[in-house]
């Protein structure tokens, strides 16, 4: 199981992007943890 690139929506829970900035699914906003939002390589 790679879970690198996913993580849970703050608001739904759903599984999404983990670069995602809104969740798909409910549409709230991903608040990341210290790291810049906007840059993101691996
Ligand atoms: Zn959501």
């Known amino acids: ?3 690198d690139y ?4 703050t ?5 999404i992007d983990k670069r995602a900035q809104y969740c798909p699914k ?5 608040v990341t943890d210290s790291n810049n939002q906007t840059k993101y390589n691996e």
């Open 1 to 3: 199981m790679n879970h």
């Open 26 to 30: 409910c549409g709230a906003k991903q």
């Open 6 to 9: 996913e993580k849970f929506c």
């Open 11 to 15: 608001s739904c829970g759903a599984s």
